[in-house]
């Protein structure tokens, strides 16, 4: 994403999509008596989280990466490419710092999860150097198309090619158009928020917390 235009158009899009998501699945469950409204976070808590069909990737050591892989702990997964000039590098830096504020506020640290958009390019090895230079525990995962179209519709976000410095798309020389949402995934691998741009460390991890306080009480109750 070079231009103002094509970024206006990420955040407008992605911000339709939460916004109908919230209401299309508030609008029943807040008439239930026991229902509670999920707090303020930078994004939104969906009220019930969302379910994302199976998929299958691989992760930068070439090892099967699955909707099993989600499955028992929280996650935040952001898509995006090695070649990102802009949003891709800077959310990663910032996850560095939420990992680092959670870690000193004695927080369960989430798996973050780097989704290659880019497969034509982005190989396991240019994968694993590109999310270890952030923090080696960061997974990159990518794989066919059809695999992550699939996880994407799960997650209710979009990639696109678009063109590149030449004006045109041609083999190399084009970009990657993606969301710039983070997608916080419950240890039931279901959606259960989304977190905004423009992204900021500490909101972030306040959200994470708060999350995570909200889904918890749900299984109380």
Known sequence: MTNHKSLNFIIA??????IGLWFGLSSDIYKTENSKMPPAISGVILPVAKNISDFSLQDHNRQIYSKQNLKGKWSVLFLGYAQCPDVCPATLSIMKQVVRLLAEQGETIPETVFVSVDPDRDTAEILAEYVSYFNSAFIGVTGEHNQLKKLAIGLSVFYQKSA?????????????????????INPEGSLQAFLTAPHDAKKIAE???????FYNQNLAN
């Open 164 to 184: 590149g410095m030449s004006g045109d798309i041609n083999a190399d020389d084009y970009l990657m158009d993606h969301s710039a949402a983070l997608m916080l």
């Open 13 to 18: 899009g992605a911000l339709a999509l939460i």
């Open 207 to 213: 959200s994470i917390v708060k999350t995570k306080e």
